[in-house]
């Protein structure tokens, strides 16, 4: 057994590649699109390190070309459920002592493979599983997933060296456990970055784990799954199900050995499983953790000071990048009245040279909605904007699902700082725009605070620094992760931790040590060098003149 104490330097993100014409790295990723879409996947689950197929298949198709079929995936039941977990509870033990640097190198093996001999596999699952454009799925399923497991094994590797102090013929020490049972990882369709962190985060840290991510995302789940297979991870560490919701709380939310649970999704359904394991916290050998992000409706707001150009840079890509579809997308705007007029046209005429079609084509800025779900929503929201005298359109308005999911870019104007599109969550290509009284920006800020129970993501965009040191002061509780000039989307690994609180989740930070604090239980350690052998403390002793 070695005796040497394993450091894990900090890292460097990794860089984003441009996919310019005539670069390598286009002509690659188009050359995988190309094999994704000859030789349709069958896609197995993955319960204790087997591939588990079942016969019950749900086609994959691209959003943006529902007529193709990827694949299919295998659907399960709630034998299968309960397979995953008695699978992780077996490997578990093992997994728990395996010592940290030989976990860790699973996980930098993995990250190294995507770097190198599947960022193109990852990058094109997502990019036809998931309607997204080369260059969101490069910084999201290469460079974001790349960074969360090398980063997260720097943090860890900086949380075990944190140690308590010892006095004199004491001996302290603090042991960082993993939890004791499985942790359940749900994960969402919009990200493969955080379809990958949320599983294997808690399983860095020791703990085994059943994974079921959104029936849109499995193309790229499971590319993700052979990649931490080849790295080398034990079976039943990660067991990867694809199942219905329902049918997978009923199994997990009953089981005495349920640990924890980290989940990105809908704010029902978060609240939902708050609810079902609060009522049933008499059942668990121990309080769960709960880690979840759920959404947000997430603001700019502009000063009067503001310049006009980085208004709309920020609008365009902060609104309509991936279709909108960002828990961090901007999708309602506080605009003053001596710029308003002028942001608005130059956003629509912005808008008007965005191309719309399929990712093959590299030269369109906007897909495809994720489904036909997503799709009727969103349409609704617009048609209603339509007929309503508080709202009106100025660019967009249009869409068609025909061949795919497709939403135009949207930009709605309304006169009511309450009106529905300024407070609800669209998760869609849509922003609503309103035009505040340039010299009432105490009162908007107050607005900006109070209209949605979403705190996520918000951004201020001034010139005047005293607006700016106001902004950030009001503001403090309304956004998790606040950006002064810029967009409010693009947080990236080790530089803008990231999570929201109110309606938006726990806020426990992904891509910080906060997030691997969850999934850690503390024992600490007191070690005596020369042990008392007699009960008396020396104030018990007499003075000589009494007691």
């Given amino acids: 057994m070695h005796n040497a104490y394993f450091q894990f330097a900090a890292p460097h993100n990794e860089p984003v590649y441009n996919y310019a014409p005539g670069s390598p790295e286009r002509a690659a990723l188009k050359k995988q699109l190309a094999a994704f879409k000859a030789a349709p996947a069958d896609i197995p689950m993955y319960i204790n390190g087997q591939e588990v197929r079942t016969g019950k298949t749900v086609a994959v198709r691209p959003p943006h070309e529902i007529k193709h079929k990827l694949g299919q995936f295998h659907r399960g039941d709630a034998s299968h459920v309960q397979s995953a977990i008695d699978a992780a509870l077996a490997a578990r033990t093992q997994w728990a002592e395996t010592p940290w640097e030989q976990r860790a190198s699973i996980f930098l093996r993995a990250a190294e493979l995507i770097a190198t001999k599947y960022r193109y596999h990852m990058n094109g699952a997502t990019m036809l599983g998931q309607s997204k454009n080369a260059y969101q799925a490069e910084i999201d399923s290469a460079c974001e997933l790349i960074d969360f497991l090398r980063f997260n094994v720097h943090y860890l590797s900086e949380i075990y060296k944190q140690q308590p102090v010892s006095s004199a013929g004491v001996h302290n020490r603090t042991e960082y456990r993993p939890l004791e049972g499985f942790v359940l990882a749900v994960t969402p369709f919009n990200f493969t970055a955080i379809a990958g962190n949320l599983p294997s985060v808690a399983a860095m840290c020791g703990n ?7 029936d849109t995302q499995v193309f790229a789940s499971s590319v993700f799954m052979q990649i931490l297979i080849e790295a080398g991870l034990p079976a039943g560490v990660i067991n990867l199900v694809y199942v219905d919701g329902p049918v997978l709380g009923e199994v997990c939310f009953n089981h005495r050995d349920f640990a924890g649970i980290h989940f990105t999704g809908s704010t029902g359904v978060f609240q939902q499983m708050w609810k079902t394991i609060g009522t049933n916290i008499h059942k668990y050998r121990a309080y769960p953790r709960i880690v979840g992000e759920t959404g ?6 502009a000063h009067k000071s503001a310049l006009v150009d980085v208004v709309v840079t920020a609008l365009a890509r902060g609104a ?7 828990c961090s ?15 608005q046209q130059k956003l629509a005429t912005m808008l008007g040279t965005m191309k719309m079609g399929t990712v093959e084509d590299f030269g369109n800025f906007i897909n495809a909605v994720i489904d036909e779900r997503s799709f009727d929503k969103i349409a609704a929201y617009i048609d209603n904007a339509k007929k309503d005298p508080k709202a009106k359109i ?15 870019p949207t930009v709605i104007v309304t006169t009511d700082p309450k009106y529905s599109t300024m407070c609800e969550e669209i998760f869609g290509p849509v922003l609503t725009i309103y035009t505040y009284d340039a010299d009432k920006f105490e009162e ?20 005047d620094r005293y607006a700016i040191d106001l902004a950030t002061k009001k503001l403090v509780n309304s956004a998790g992760n606040f950006y002064i000039n810029d967009k409010p989307t693009g947080a990236v690994v080790g530089q803008q931790p990231f999570g929201g609180a109110r309606a938006s989740g726990t806020n426990d930070k992904a891509g910080s040590m906060l997030n691997l604090y969850r999934w850690l239980s503390a024992r600490t350690i007191k070690e005596t060098m020369v042990p008392p052998v007699d009960y008396k403390y020396p104030f018990l002793q007499s003075d000589g003149a009494g007691s």
């Fill in 394 to 408: 100025i660019a967009g308005g249009n869409y068609n699902k025909a061949e795919g999911y497709f939403i135009e």
């Fill in 296 to 301: 947000g409706k997430d603001f700019v707001l």
């Fill in 208 to 214: 085994v784990v059943v994974w079921k991510p959104a």
């Fill in 444 to 463: 908007t800020l107050t607005l900006v605070d109070t209209t949605s129970d979403y705190a996520l993501t918000g951004s201020i965009i001034a010139q």
């Fill in 329 to 343: 997308a901007a999708s309602r705007a506080y605009l003053p009245s001596n710029i308003s007029e002028e942001v």
């Fill in 320 to 326: 309509f990048e991936y279709q909108g579809q960002k």
